[in-house]
């Protein structure tokens, strides 16, 4: 991931931080753009042993927007992506909530039936 995605990314954090999801894509990239935070730990396990104050922030952000039953199943669905794209990593995707003590009401898990 190149310096310029990261600076887009900050950029993003920023716009989306208060909103609320709907079904789009549009509004996934919101949703990953704020787990996209947590790249360094996803990828190399960095900071360690935890993600760091950023990362558990946009995850407490990522709670706060998934507030309903379906803003909570898209936010899933997204997720479930993310474990998709950043695979053979997806068990560090799955440990960010535990690791910041985060209950999103779902499982980050490749199993993890998101209309539930």
């Keep these: 991931m190149g310096s310029r995605t990261l600076m887009m990314i900050g950029t993003m954090l920023t716009l989306f931080s208060s909103v609320t999801l709907v ?3 549009e509004e996934c990239a919101s949703a990953t753009s ?3 935070t947590c790249y360094a730990f996803i990828t190399y396990g960095t900071p360690n042993p935890f993600p760091g104050s950023p990362c558990c922030n946009a995850m407490a952000s990522l709670k706060v927007i998934a507030d309903t039953i379906e803003n909570r199943r898209f936010a899933c669905r997204c997720l479930m ?6 695979n053979p990593n997806a068990y560090a995707i799955a440990t960010l909530p535990d690791f910041c003590q985060v209950s999103l009401g779902f499982n980050i898990d490749p199993n993890t039936d998101c209309n539930l």
């Design 23 to 25: 079904s789009s894509t």
């Design 34 to 36: 704020l787990v996209t």
């Design 81 to 86: 992506g993310l474990i998709a794209t950043y």
